[in-house]
Structures are given as C-alpha cells and as structure tokens.
C-alpha cells in the first residue's frame, strides 16, 4: 500500500514528511544531531508495529493488551531516544531487548499485587506463555509435566511458578464463590489447609507402603489429583461428590500420609 512502511525495506511512512520516502538512517541522523520531531515521530510509526506485536506475546497475562501495546509503545521511544547509529548494530536488534525489558518491568513494578522476587516473577510470566502455547498446538491445558518438559525446568520450579501467579492480582477472601454444585459461599470458604504435596515430590521412595494405609477413596482422590493432575471440580465429577469434600479429603489423606511417611522412614532409620 503506497505510504505504509516496511520494516524490511528501510523506508518511512511517507505521509509524515511531504510524501517523500526518507531511509531510516537519515532519520536518525535528523533526530540524533538536529532533534528534528518529524523524524522522531516517523521512526515511532515505522517500528509502531513491531512494539504491538511484543506486547501481544503477553496476551492473556491478566493485563489489558491496549496496556500492553502503550507500555511497549513506550519502550519503542525509550529505545529511539537512546540509540546509537555509530556503533554499527542494526536498531531492530537494539529496541526488541529495550522494549521487552520495559514489559518486564510493568510486571514487575506495577502488575503484582504482592511483591515477589524478580527471578519468580519472570518464571511465572514464562510458564504462562509456555501454557498458551501448549494449549494452542494441543488443544487443551498442559499438565504441570508437559510444561516442565517445554521449558526444560522442574516440576517443582512450574509449581512455584503457578503458585507466584496468583500473586498477580489481590482478591478478597470475602468475593462470592460457587464451587460447582450449587453451594455458594465465599472464596475463603474454598481454601483448604497447607498443600504439603511438595513433601511428596522428596519423600517418593517412601509414599508407595505408606499410602497402603489410607483407604481405597483417599488414594483415588490422591491419584487423580497428584498423578493425572486433575481440578478439584473434575475430582468432585467422578467421585460423586462435592468440591468442598474433596478439599478435605486431600487433607485429612495428606496429612495421614504425612504421618505414616514419617513412621516408614523412622523404621528405615
């Protein structure tokens, strides 16, 4: 289309300055030695496109994409004003790590309700790309393997990962809540004991005799949930009963299990 820019040919949209197509390196001569706004603003529609499709690498992270695209439209005029044409790198390469690190940053600084650690807050926007990818070749969610397996990181580490994510945004324990069969309550109502199964994933080598003390339910609930990784609400489906049975059996099995780990391994001792 005549006037469009192409950011393989190296040519401005031609509308801003008199209908004359300008290389982007001499607009970065005017910009840089004679802060010439009109160049300024070309190269903000030339490599426009670039930053919208890096902000839609988060789509679906909770965040609105029109926020999104303003944050990496503001990283594209941080990395304009900050280049360097003399030292030879292509300005492409330079801006995709400035405007990146600007999207980073919102979410870092002003996407998490509770603070976390830098490293776990880049993991969990990484796991939740892995899962949209995931889910887009498949066609259903991942499990927690299957993410692992795609980042080449441990289970344990995609755990953590979701775990930070629901940091992302505060919710109040008082927001209504409906668990799936009709029982409404609130979300605190929802929320179980402590999630010891991370004492599971050290304590394998003892889990086998120690579950042949729970009952025949308490380890199908346990198998569903740990080993074929389903929700609760699906749990509840083919149990028979309601959500909020099922959170409890997990932690009365948990802590039996806890328990009887425990006692095999002092027998072992």
Do not use: C
């Not at 005799?209 to 929700?231: C, G, I």
């Not at 699906?234 to 028979?240: C, Q």
């Amino acid at each position: 289309m005549p006037g469009r820019m192409d950011l393989s040919s190296g040519v401005t949209d031609s509308r801003i300055l008199g209908g004359r197509d300008v290389p982007v390196q001499e607009l970065f001569r005017r910009w840089q030695q004679h802060r010439d706004q009109n160049a300024r603003e070309a190269l903000v529609r030339q490599y426009l496109p670039l930053a919208r499709k890096l902000a839609r690498r988060y789509r679906g992270a909770r965040e609105p994409l029109d926020d999104l695209e303003q944050v990496a439209s503001l990283g594209l005029v941080k990395a304009i004003d900050r280049y360097d044409s003399s030292r030879g790198i292509g300005f492409q390469h330079f801006a995709v790590p400035t405007i990146l690190g600007e999207l980073k940053r919102y979410f870092r600084d002003s996407g998490w309700a509770v603070h976390m650690p830098r490293g776990i807050q880049e993991l969990a926007l990484q796991v939740a790309q892995a899962e949209r990818q995931l889910a887009a070749k498949t066609g259903r969610e991942p499990t927690y393997n299957e993410v692992a397996e795609y980042l080449e990181i441990s289970v344990q580490e995609v755990l953590e990962a979701a775990e930070a994510a629901a940091a992302h945004h505060a919710v109040s324990f008082d927001t209504p809540h409906d668990d799936g069969d009709g029982e409404a309550g609130t979300l605190g109502d929802s929320i179980g004991e402590l999630d010891e199964r991370y004492d599971l994933v050290t304590l394998t080598a003892s889990i086998a005799p120690a579950a042949k003390r729970l009952s025949e339910r308490d380890r199908r609930v346990l198998a569903l949930r740990f080993v074929e990784d389903k929700t609760q609400s699906e749990i509840a489906e083919e149990v028979g009963v309601s959500q909020m049975q099922i959170s409890r059996i997990l932690s009365k099995a948990l802590r039996q299990l806890a328990t009887a780990v425990d006692d095999e391994r002092a027998l072992r001792a």
